[in-house]
């Protein structure tokens, strides 16, 4: 059955499930949409989610084996206070497993030191990062406010699975059983540092991550072996670097971009999105550092937001990099929250962008791409720092309400060539991974996986598409009984 021809079924299916449910389907509104996605069922989050084996409508690819790790922010309640913006929940780990022909999902909040200590007293206990929390308790590090609720590494060689934020440690959880382990600790005299959550594996499995505190002037750089050994950390001297949410990693150099987000620890209220702002008449400072010296070449570029990076490489004596640039990133991360009506129409929309480095002339070239109203980039996991063709985006498409934030599509870029699938009326789109046939394959050939919340129905689901043909929409597509909190990112690991 080729799903695509029946997706008008399902979707009627899905819609007549959801409305026999007794009080769901209470976000019937695009107004709605948002704050639906934020806490499905218009209540406190129940976990663990197990779905057992779920329906698969259409073919699932027989040789695609493995788990979907994803994780994200979801318990945003305790107490009858809840926080209100999109990154502040705590870490719940997410695993669709595929096995035998079989599809199912397990969901965890993951019990960090902070759910710990908030579930003992029975409230919220420290601030968000867009919300002040009246009778908070004093931080005692930022492992004391680790939601662990961005991003995921696994190392293969050694068989570990960490569930990352970007201020404070990787916390170490058990892949099979989804619990949390503790936070993991590198070396004695980076314990509690802060590991960002979009490390870089090289194509030999070397971890490349940073860690940035606001307000330092300062990078902590990771060289991390396939087996999960420290090798190497150096403290790097990085101007502006007070929000700093990914990188890229080229054969011999690392790339930061640096935006002009300013932190002052003195202005700003209760929340920590408030000490930030945006200067506009400051460049977007690219810093180039060797690995083998860290020896640092730096560029200056016009100023530009900037969440993602999807992959840099060495080309003929330049750096290429792509991203995508956010002119308006505070207004951006003003926008997810909860409580905030919706604007209609979008004035800054997030665009694919390349940056050309010249490292013998000190030239530095930015330009905008052939794609906006994007986000979420991924490559061939295997190619970080080689060069790359195909990359996976989220999409917004130009017909998506917009009272509803986020994105309906999802977009494949294969060099000049673009396709994208809208998921339709009611859906917001999450990250989509490109999981290649193998490790080896040329870009382009495996399959693109990824999530969407269905606001109408509160129902999540996961749909895999043929890398080659996105556009055909999906070939697959499992429905959860129940909706998932709008999550942030995932890793694909092959069974
Ligand atoms: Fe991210």
Redesign the pocket.
């Known amino acids: 059955m080729n799903f695509s021809i029946n997706r008008r079924a399902a979707l009627a299916a899905l819609g007549t499930a959801a409305a026999g449910a007794a009080g769901w389907g209470r976000a019937a509104t695009p107004q709605d949409a948002w704050r639906s996605s934020y806490a499905p069922h218009n209540g406190p989050l129940k976990a663990p989610l197990d779905s057992g084996p779920l329906r698969i409508a259409g073919r699932w690819p027989a040789a695609l084996t493995g788990t979907l790790y994803r994780v994200g922010p979801a318990r945003r309640e305790l107490g009858g206070v809840s926080m209100n913006h999109w990154f502040d929940g705590d870490g719940m780990l997410q695993a669709f497993r595929f096995e035998g022909g079989r599809v199912s999902h397990r969901g965890v909040l993951l019990a960090t030191p902070k759910l710990q200590a908030e579930e003992a007293a029975g409230r919220l206990l420290y601030p968000g990062f867009a919300q002040a929390l009246p009778d908070a308790r004093p931080m005692l590090g930022p492992d004391s406010v680790n939601p662990a609720n961005?991003?995921l590494l696994s190392l293969p060689a050694s068989r570990e699975l960490f569930a990352l934020w970007?201020a404070g440690s990787a916390l170490a959880v058990d892949p099979d059983s989804l619990q949390a382990k503790g936070f993991k600790v590198w070396s004695p005299d980076t314990q509690g540092a802060p590991f960002s959550?979009?490390p870089r594996v090289a194509p030999d499995g070397t971890v490349w991550n940073f860690g940035y505190m606001p307000g330092t002037g300062s990078l902590l750089l990771y060289e991390i072996s396939p087996a999960g050994t420290l090798r190497r950390r150096h403290v790097l001297a990085a101007p502006q670097a007070d929000m700093v949410?990914?990188f890229a990693i080229t054969e011999r150099h690392l790339v930061f971009l640096l935006m002009p987000l300013l932190f002052s620890a003195a202005s700003g209220t209760g929340d920590r999105l408030s000490h930030y702002r945006w200067e506009e008449k400051s460049p977007l400072v690219v810093l180039l550092v060797d690995k083998a010296d860290f020896k640092v070449q730096r560029f200056e570029l016009p100023a530009t937001g900037v969440?993602?990076l999807a992959n840099a490489w060495e080309q003929g004596g330049t750096v290429q990099i792509r991203f995508v640039a956010q002119p308006d990133i505070l207004g951006a991360m003003r926008k997810m929250q909860v409580d905030q009506p919706r604007q209609a129409g979008y004035a800054h929309q997030p665009r694919w962008t390349q940056i050309t480095l010249n490292p013998a002339t000190g030239q530095a070239q930015m330009q905008a791409l052939d794609a906006s109203g994007v986000e979420?980039p991924r490559i061939h996991p295997a190619r970080n720092g080689l060069p790359t063709r195909f990359t996976t985006l989220a999409a917004r498409s130009r017909g998506m309400d917009a009272r509803v934030e986020g994105f309906d599509s999802v977009a494949t870029l294969h060099g000049d060539r673009q396709q994208r699938h809208v998921y339709g009326a009611g859906w917001i789109a999450e990250e989509h991974v490109y999981v290649p046939a193998s490790r080896t394959a040329p870009e382009g050939q495996g399959w693109v996986l990824g999530t969407a919340y269905h606001w109408p129905s509160e129902r999540s689901a996961l749909s895999v598409f043929d890398a080659a043909a996105v556009n055909a929409g999906p070939v697959a597509r499992v429905t959860l009984p129940y909706g998932l909190p709008l999550g942030?990112?995932g890793q694909f690991v092959a069974a």
């Open positions: 961005i991003n970007e959550a979009h949410h990914d969440f993602h979420f942030l990112h």
